[in-house]
C-alpha cells in the first residue's frame, strides 16, 4: 500500500514558470552570460583533477571494501543530495573506479568534469567521440544514490536499451537499480522499470506514460483530493495503474535535438474516429488539387510552406464544387480542403518528409533521417497525403491529451543534458530551460581538417564533383562518410555510385534495422557510407587498421543543413579522439536551404558571384532559418503561459 508522501511524489512535478518579458529578460541574459563564464569551466576542471588525484584511495581496495566505501556514499547522498565538495570528489572517483572494475573503461579527468556539470545541472558540450555514455552513467550513479526518480533520455529505444543494458554492472555495483522503457513493455513492465533508481529511456515514451498517468488520474490529479477519496473509498485504489513515480531529475543525451529541434513538436494521446465524409472529401479535394495550376491559381510561399490561393484559384475551385455534397457548399470550407490537398502536394515529398511502408504513411524526422510510425500529421493533412499517393485513407484522431516536449522538460525539477553541439543555442538553452551551457575540452586535442566548402550554381554539377571526390578518396582507400538530408538524396547517390559500379553501405529511414552495426564500421579501410545527416547518433565511429597512417575518416556533407548545429554535429563524426580526419561541405544555389531562407535578390546574385560571397549567403540563409525557427520555439513558450493563465480556473 502507498504511503501519502510516496503517493505525492508520483504525481509531483514542477510547475513551469513564465517566461522572461523586458527588463526581466534583458537580466536574465546577463545572468545566463554569466553562468556560461570561463571561470566555471575551470573550477569542474579543477575538482575533476583533484577527484582524479584521490583515485589511489581506490585502486587497491578489495570489491567487497570499494563496495563499502560506495554504500556509505550512497547513504550520505540519500540524505543530502548536494554534499559538500570532500564528499562529491570522494563520490566521483570511487564510482570512476567502480566502472573501471566492471565495464573496463577509466573516466579521463574530462569525463569526471562532464558527470559534475551533469550532477550540478548544466548542459556539458563534448565533441563526438568523448565518452558521454560513461559520463552519463557516473552521473546517474549519484542522482540515482538520492532516491529521486531519475530518468536518462536518449534519441532512440535502441540507444536506450544499449546503454542501460551495457551500464547495469556498474549501477548494480554501486547500490543502484537501473530500468530501461522502451515500446515494446506493455503497462505493468513500464510501472516496473520506472519503479527503479535510474530509468533509460526515450523523450517521447517518457511523455507518452506521463500524459497516460494523467488521463487516467482525471480530476484526482492532486495528491490531497487522492487522499481524501481513499479515506472515504478504502477499496477504490486511484493510483493503480499508474505507471511513472514522478518526474524529478531528467539527463538528456543529445540535448540539442531533444530540447531545441524536436521542442515544439507536440506528442498527442488520441483515439480514431470513424468520418466517412471527411475519408471522401480528402480524395475528392486530391482531385481537384490536381487540376490546379500553380501559375495563375495559387501561389507558394517556400519559407513558411504556406499555399495562398488566388481569386481566379477560388473561382474555378467554386465551379468544380457544384455538383459535390453539401460539405463542399460553403466557401471556407473548400478552400481549407483544397489548401491542404496542395500543401501535401508541394511541400510534403515522399523519401523527404515521409516514407511508404507496408502501405502506410509514416513520417520522417527531418533533423534525425528516422521514421516515426506512431506520428501522424494533424487537420486533415495526413489523410490528405495518403489521398495523394492513392492510400486507403485513414480514419482521423480525436486529441484527448497533448503537450510540447519543450514544456514538458520544463516540469522537471532538476535537468541537465549533454550533446556535441550546443554553442550555437546556449542562449536559447538558457533562456527556456535555464541549462548554464559548459563546454568540456576534449581528452586528446582535435586535429580533423576542415575543408574549405564547394560551391556549384547548378546541383547537377554539385552532384558530379562529389562523384569525383567519392572516387579520388576511394582510390586512396579512405574510408568516407557522405551525409546527405534526405532519404531522396541519400537513394540518389547510392544510384549514382551503383552507376559507376562502385560498393557502398546505405543507411537511411527506410533501413534503420542495422543502424548501429553501419555506423560503427564506417571506418574500415576503403569502406564508403551513405546515411541521413544525423544517422548512427550515440554510436562511436572506430578506425580500422591502418586507416589514420591514410588520413582518417573522411565526411562529405552533400549540402548545409538549416541548422549549424546539424553540419557540425556530422562533421565531428571525423577525428574523434585525436584521430586524424578531414571534413567538407559540399553547396549549390539550388539547395533547399538558399531557395527557402535567402532573398530572391541574392538568391539571383549567386550565379555571378564568388566563393567568398555564397560563403556569406550559405550563413545569413542558416541565420535567418534559426532565426525564425527560434521564434517559433518562443511562440509555443508564449502560448503555454497564456494557456496557464486563462484556463487557470480549470485548474491542472
Known amino acids: 500500500m502507498l504511503t501519502p508522501t510516496v503517493d505525492y511524489r508520483r504525481t509531483a512535478h514542477r510547475v513551469p514558470e513564465r517566461p522572461h518579458q523586458g527588463l526581466d529578460a534583458a537580466v536574465n541574459w546577463c545572468i545566463g552570460r554569466y553562468q556560461r563564464r570561463g571561470a566555471r569551466l575551470t573550477e569542474l576542471l579543477h575538482s575533476a583533477n ?23 556514499l550512497r547513504d550520505t547522498f540519500r540524505r543530502e543530495p548536494t554534499p559538500d565538495h570532500d564528499t562529491m570528489l570522494a563520490a566521483l572517483a570511487a564510482v570512476r573506479e567502480a566502472a573501471h572494475r566492471c565495464v573496463g573503461l577509466r573516466a579521463f579527468p574530462v569525463q569526471l568534469a562532464g558527470a559534475l556539470a551533469l550532477h550540478r545541472g548544466c548542459l556539458a558540450e563534448m565533441a563526438t567521440g568523448e565518452g558521454k555514455t560513461l559520463t552519463a552513467g557516473i552521473a546517474g550513479v549519484l542522482a540515482g544514490w538520492t532516491r529521486h526518480p531519475t530518468h536518462i533520455i ?10 542501460a543494458e551495457w551500464l547495469r554492472p556498474l549501477y ?12 515494446q513493455l506493455d503497462a505493468a513492465g513500464r510501472a516496473r522499470e520506472y519503479d527503479r533508481d535510474v530509468t533509460y529511456t526515450t523523450s517521447k515514451e517518457l511523455l507518452a506514460d506521463f500524459l ?5 488520474l482525471g480530476a484526482l490529479r492532486d495528491p490531497s483530493r487522492r487522499l481524501i477519496r481513499r479515506m472515504l473509498q478504502p477499496r ?74 488566388t481569386d481566379e484559384g477560388r473561382q474555378k475551385i467554386a465551379r468544380r464544387c457544384d455538383s459535390l455534397p453539401g460539405i463542399w457548399r460553403g466557401e471556407a470550407r473548400r478552400t481549407e480542403l483544397v489548401r491542404i490537398a496542395l500543401t501535401a502536394r508541394e511541400f510534403f515529398q515522399r523519401d523527404r518528409q515521409y516514407i511508404l511502408a507496408d502501405g502506410k504513411v509514416v513520417i520522417v524526422d527531418e533533423f534525425t533521417g528516422r521514421p516515426m510510425p506512431q506520428r501522424t500529421w494533424r487537420e486533415g493533412l495526413h489523410q490528405a497525403i495518403e489521398a495523394k499517393e492513392g492510400l486507403e485513407i485513414t480514419d482521423p484522431s480525436e486529441t484527448i491529451a497533448r503537450m510540447s516536449f519543450q514544456r514538458f522538460f520544463r516540469c522537471f525539477h532538476r535537468i541537465s543534458g549533454m550533446t556535441g553541439t550546443a554553442w550555437e543555442a546556449a542562449g536559447e538553452f538558457w ?18 581538417e576542415q575543408w574549405p566548402d564547394r560551391f556549384f550554381a547548378r546541383e547537377f554539377d554539385k552532384w558530379n564533383a562529389i562523384l569525383e571526390d567519392i572516387e579520388q578518396l576511394h582510390a586512396k582507400r579512405r574510408p568516407i562518410l557522405v551525409g546527405t538530408r534526405s532519404v531522396a ?18 543507411l537511411n529511414a527506410s533501413r534503420l534495422a542495422e543502424e548501429a552495426t553501419i555506423i560503427a564500421i564506417a571506418g574500415e579501410r576503403g569502406r564508403i557510407t551513405i546515411a541521413t545527416n544525423m544517422a548512427g547518433r550515440g554510436t562511436d565511429i572506430r578506425l580500422g587498421s591502418g586507416v589514420a597512417e591514410i588520413g582518417g575518416l573522411h565526411v562529405i556533407a552533400t549540402e548545409r543543413h538549416e541548422s549549424g548545429r546539424v553540419d557540425r554535429q556530422l562533421f565531428g563524426r571525423a577525428g574523434r579522439q585525436g584521430d586524424p580526419g578531414s571534413a567538407q561541405a559540399f553547396v ?16 539571383g546574385a549567386l550565379n555571378s558571384g564568388g566563393t567568398t560571397f555564397s560563403a556569406t549567403a550559405v550563413r545569413l540563409a542558416q541565420r535567418q532559418a534559426q532565426h525564425l525557427a527560434f521564434k517559433q520555439r518562443k511562440a509555443v513558450l508564449r502560448a503555454d503561459a497564456w494557456l496557464d493563465e486563462a484556463l487557470s480556473f480549470a485548474g491542472e
Open 588 to 603: 549549390s544555389n539550388e539547395d533547399e536551404l538558399l531557395r527557402r531562407y535567402l532573398p530572391k535578390p541574392l538568391s
Open 431 to 448: 533562456q527556456i530551460y535555464g541549462l548554464p551551457v559548459v563546454r568540456i575540452p576534449t581528452h586528446r586535442p582535435c586535429i580533423r
Open 212 to 216: 497516460r498517468d494523467r488521463l487516467r
Open 172 to 183: 548494480t555495483f554501486c547500490g543502484v537499480r537501473v530500468g530501461c522503457v522502451t515500446a
Open 489 to 506: 538524396a541519400s537513394e540518389k547517390l547510392a544510384g549514382l555510385l551503383r552507376g559507376r559500379g562502385m560498393e557502398f553501405h546505405l
Open 50 to 72: 583533484l577527484a582524479d588525484a584521490r583515485g589511489s584511495e581506490f585502486k587497491d581496495l578489495r570489491d567487497h571494501d570499494l563496495q563499502e566505501k560506495l554504500f556509505a
Open 154 to 163: 536518449t534519441v532512440n529505444d535502441y540507444l536506450a536499451a544499449r546503454d
Open 236 to 309: 477504490n485504489a486511484v493510483a493503480d495503474g499508474l505507471v511513472q513515480r514522478g518526474l524529478h531529475t531528467a539527463i538528456v543525451d543529445e540535448a540539442d535535438s531533444v530540447l531545441i529541434d524536436e521542442a515544439v513538436t507536440p506528442l498527442i494521446i488520441s483515439a480514431p474516429r470513424k468520418n466517412e465524409l471527411l475519408r471522401e472529401a480528402g480524395i475528392y479535394a486530391a482531385k481537384i488539387a490536381n487540376e490546379l495550376d500553380s501559375e495563375t491559381d495559387y501561389r507558394l510561399n517556400q519559407r513558411f510552406r504556406e499555399v495562398e490561393l
